[in-house]
């Protein structure tokens, strides 16, 4: 930093202010912004100079976490009506929950991204009122952008989260449904994890505690357990099975513009803050689903799910190290008919034990260890 210093006649010299953020080098603010991610926040970090509006575009590591979403039966809807189904889209079957993304939070951005180094004509007319100030902004003039959209001003992701603001299957209250699945041009992998009630551990001196079922510890005489049936338990997780399959598949379905437009993508994740489904694709499913153009449903937008072999664990009671039951705990491991098989203890179980996070993740591995029950589904 420049010293203070005088003239001939006694008056301060100031030096010229020095933007420190000029000294640092391109990669350096590169990983910065990587480090950010997400999508917003970057879209505010392009219009803060002519440099960062530069470098942004070349992010690599980019977050999308999606507001509300709206159903294609409400596209033609004012746009507050958009806002009210982001809480509302839960409880519709997956099949008519299909649904464009609204990014409210991206309209300042992104249209000052487009408007900050254009010399168009149509900017000296137009950008008094299309760049709104973020206290005055009317939330009924949202415009309704597709991560597709939003993307297009990025040029190299390879990792690639998006994030929508909650699962598409409505479940009770007190009941677990996890699911993660891989694809490619089609489904690769799925495996679902269920309980008909969770009850948390709770701390107390008394040194009761309900009995540990693990992996070996219930009666097993070779068939399903009475209590997987009684109380509609077989129906119940016959809808988890379907329901998180159709979710998986209108995931997929919803992504190919994205694979398509975006060739540098080495990991794209699509999952929802509640934790509910996980849809991963590696680079090699990615160039997959380009090469072989994927099984599509035209009536119900949604990739055509194949023939599977399925293979099914149960415990009526199941406690974990932590303390926590699991009511009806109920582990379906899923793959296409098509494939080899895979096995899902040893060597190669890791893909059933990582598909969750702890304490579920250790559910998964206690339950493989129980009496595998085979089934087979059509294509649907």
């Known amino acids: 930093m420049g010293l203070l210093r005088s003239d001939l006649s006694g008056r301060m010299i100031y030096p010229e202010p020095i933007d420190h953020l000029d000294s640092l080098p391109d990669s350096l603010l590169l990983f910065i912004f990587n480090k950010i991610g997400d999508v917003k926040a970057l879209g505010r970090c392009s219009v803060v100079s002519r440099r960062f509006h530069s470098l942004v575009p070349e992010v690599d590591n980019v977050v999308v976490r999606v507001d509300c979403v709206i159903s294609d039966d409400d596209s033609s809807s004012p746009s507050s009506s958009g806002y009210s189904s982001g809480s509302s889209d839960k ?46 902004f009317d939330k009924n003039s949202v415009t309704h952008h597709s991560p597709t959209q939003v993307l297009k001003n990025f040029n190299e992701i390879k990792l690639l989260r ?115 489904g996980v849809l991963c694709m590696n680079r090699e499913q990615l160039e997959e689903l380009r090469v072989k153009p994927l099984s599509a449903s035209s009536a119900s937008k949604r990739t055509l799910v194949p023939a599977l072999n399925m293979r099914l664990w149960y415990a009526a009671h199941l406690e974990l190290p932590d ?27 890791n893909w059933v034990a ?14 493989v260890k129980r009496r595998t029950y085979c089934l087979e589904m059509n294509s649907f």
């Not at 089609?186 to 040194?207: K, W």
Request: with cysteine.
């Open 91 to 136: 409880s519709r079957h997956p099949i008519s929950a299909l649904f464009r993304l609204v990014f409210s939070g991206l309209l300042k951005p992104f249209q000052s991204i487009t408007q900050f180094i254009s010399i168009s004509t149509r900017r000296a007319s137009s950008s008094s009122s299309a760049v709104l100030d973020g206290d005055d």
């Open 162 to 276: 998006i994030e929508l603001p909650s699962g598409e299957l409505g479940i009770d209250e007190g009941v677990l449904l996890r699911w993660r699945a891989d694809f490619g041009s089609t489904l690769d992998n799925c495996i679902i994890l269920g309980a008909s009630s969770v009850i948390q551990p709770v701390t107390s001196s008394c040194d009761c505690s309900l009995p540990n079922v693990d992996g070996n510890g219930e009666n097993d005489n070779g068939s399903i357990p009475d209590s997987f049936y009684t109380n509609g338990g077989l129906k119940l997780r016959v809808v988890w099975t379907i329901s998180s399959l159709i979710a998986a598949s209108a995931r997929h379905y919803l992504l190919q513009p994205i694979i398509a437009e975006h060739k540098s993508l080495d990991s794209l994740v699509l999952t929802d803050a509640d934790g509910q």
């Open 323 to 349: 303390g926590t039951v699991l009511k009806g705990a109920t582990l379906v491991a899923i793959r296409p008919s098509e494939q080899p098989k895979k096995e899902v203890v040893g060597s190669d179980g």
């Open 354 to 367: 990582a598909a969750f996070e702890e304490p579920y993740g250790t559910a998964a591995r206690m339950l």
